[in-house]
T-cell receptor, first 114, second 110 residues
Framework: SQQGEEDPQALSIQEGENATMNCSYKTSINNLQWYRQNSGRGLVHLILIRSNEREKHSGRLRVTLDTSKKSSSLLITASRAADTASYFCATEELRGSTLGRLYFGRGTQLTVWP | EAQVTQNPRYLITVTGKKLTVTCSQNMNHEYMSWYRQDPGLGLRQIYYSMNVEVTDKGDVPEGYKVSRKEKRNFPLILESPSPNQTSLYFC?????????FGPGTRLTVT
């Protein structure tokens, strides 16, 4: 299975601190994406990084991708209580027959305390 | 407003009673998909559709059917629901690989 695996499963920090979540995967990918889910709600796309990119920024989010190690990290800087959510990585396999299919990990539950 | 809608949002039903969960998107996306989310298992894909009249199985298709007669709609059909299909279901559509998710349907089969 291509399913990504997030690490840690749960992370608890204080407001203002940085939060780092990691994702590892097994096969070659076309791109890797990060999504956020508030409890019981639909997932929301945060950022997409292509296999030929190494780093990407969006506001307080920074994503890195190391294809040689088959891993990615999501950094949220200066976290806020409103960042409390589950974060999922999703990988799109580098195979034409499965183009467009994303494989999701089990997620990291982030709790930010005021 | 660009969105994916699902109905119903909550459903409690009994084993064997056929049900349909509707999904509609207003973004003219060609790709649509259904996922189920279970504790400890993450999101697993049930079925997906690359375009009208083109559907294919995902990772957990057993017990489900789909159809794609129009670009905007992608209903999920459970012909004979069983308790192991109790789950949180999400419909999603895609543009350039990025998924837009619906709000979810929480299904309980007793």
């Amino acid at each position: 299975s291509q399913q990504g695996e997030e690490d840690p499963q749960a992370l608890s920090i204080q407001e203002g601190e940085n939060a780092t979540m990691n994702c590892s995967y097994k096969t070659s990918i076309n791109n890797l994406q990060w999504y956020r889910q508030n409890s019981g709600r639909g997932l929301v796309h945060l950022i997409l990084i292509r296999s030929n990119e190494r780093e990407k920024h969006s506001g307080r989010l920074r994503v890195t991708l190391d294809t040689s190690k088959k891993s990615s990290s999501l950094l949220i800087t200066a976290s806020r209580a409103a960042d409390t959510a589950s974060y999922f990585c999703a990988t799109e396999e580098l195979r034409g027959s499965t183009l467009g299919r994303l494989y999701f990990g089990r997620g990291t539950q982030l709790t930010v305390w005021p | 407003e660009a969105q994916v809608t699902q109905n119903p949002r909550y459903l409690i039903t009994v084993t064997g009673k056929k049900l349909t969960v509707t999904c509609s998107q207003n973004m003219n996306h060609e790709y649509m998909s259904w996922y189920r989310q279970d504790p400890g298992l993450g999101l697993r894909q049930i079925y997906y559709s690359m375009n009208v009249e083109v559907t294919d199985k995902g990772d957990v298709p057993e017990g489900y059917k789909v159809s794609r007669k129009e670009k905007r709609n992608f209903p999920l059909i459970l012909e004979s629901p069983s308790p192991n299909q109790t789950s949180l279901y999400f419909c999603a559509s895609s543009l350039r690989g990025q998924l837009w998710f619906g709000p979810g349907t929480r299904l309980t089969v007793t």
